[in-house]
C-alpha cells in the first residue's frame, strides 16, 4: 500500500572512494555531502554520520539506503555493514541498489525520454561491470542487470543495441550521486516497499 510522502530517509554511498550522504524529508532533499576518503573511510565514516544527521535524530528516521557496488570491494562492506547494522538496530527498511543504476539515475536529466544507456566500470583482470538501462519518465528501466564482463562480449552486447545507445563510463568518485540513490529508495518506500536489513547484500559480481 502506498505511504504517506512524509518520512526521513537517509542514504551511504561508500562503494567508491567518495563518501556520500544525502537526507530527505519525503521527495525533498534537505541535504547531501560527500567526502573523498578512499582508504580513511572507516576512521571517519561514523563522524561525518553524527555530523551529519544533526539536529534530525536516528529515531526520525523511516528507511534507509546503501550503495550495494560494484565498487570497492572493502568500501562497498563498510557502507554495507553500517547500514545493515542501523536497520536492524532502528527496525528501519533497508533500500540497497546498484552502483552503476545509482549513476545511471544522476543522468536521467540530461537524456531524451526512451533513450537508451549503457553504464560501464573497470574490474579487475581487464573486466568490467556494464548494464543498460532504457529512460522512462524521470526513472530507469533495467534492460541488462549488472554482470561482470570480457571486454569483447561487453563489446559483443552493446553493438545489438545499436549507434541510438549512450554509453558512459562511471567516474571514480560515486559519494555525489547519494541524493540519486535517495531517490531510487524514496520511490519505492512511498509504494510500500520495505525490504528488511538483511536483504541488503553485496555485488561484486557473478
Avoid at 18 to 26: I, M, R, T, V, W
Avoid at 87 to 115: H, K, M, R, W
Wanted: aromatic share 10%; proline share 7%; hydrophobic share 40%.
Amino acid at each position: 500500500m502506498p505511504r504517506n510522502d512524509l518520512g526521513y530517509g537517509l542514504a551511504l554511498h561508500t562503494s567508491s572512494r567518495e563518501l556520500g550522504l544525502a537526507l530527505a524529508l519525503g521527495p525533498q532533499l534537505l541535504r547531501h555531502q560527500s567526502w573523498n576518503l578512499d582508504r580513511a573511510l572507516s576512521n571517519y565514516l561514523h563522524s561525518h554520520l553524527q555530523d551529519f544527521m544533526q539536529p534530525q535524530t536516528w529515531q526520525e528516521l523511516s528507511y534507509l539506503a546503501v550503495a550495494q557496488g560494484p565498487g570497492s570491494f572493502t568500501s562497498t562492506r563498510i557502507g554495507l555493514v553500517t547500514a545493515r547494522t542501523l536497520g536492524q538496530q532502528l527496525d528501519l527498511p533497508v533500500f540497497a541498489f546498484s552502483s552503476l543504476l545509482t549513476y545511471a539515475q544522476s543522468l536521467v536529466e540530461t537524456l531524451l525520454p526512451g533513450q537508451l544507456l549503457a553504464v560501464e566500470m573497470p574490474a579487475t583482470q581487464g573486466q568490467c561491470y556494464g548494464a543498460i538501462y532504457q529512460v522512462q519518465g524521470q526513472a530507469l528501466t533495467t534492460l541488462t542487470a549488472d554482470q561482470l564482463w570480457q571486454p569483447p562480449a561487453w563489446q559483443n552486447h552493446l553493438a545489438q543495441y545499436g549507434p541510438e545507445l549512450v554509453l558512459k563510463t562511471v567516474p571514480e568518485g560515486l559519494g555525489v550521486t547519494a541524493p540519486h540513490l535517495l531517490q531510487l529508495a524514496h520511490w519505492a518506500w512511498h509504494r510500500g516497499v520495505a525490504p528488511d536489513w538483511s536483504l541488503a547484500l553485496p555485488f561484486y559480481g557473478n
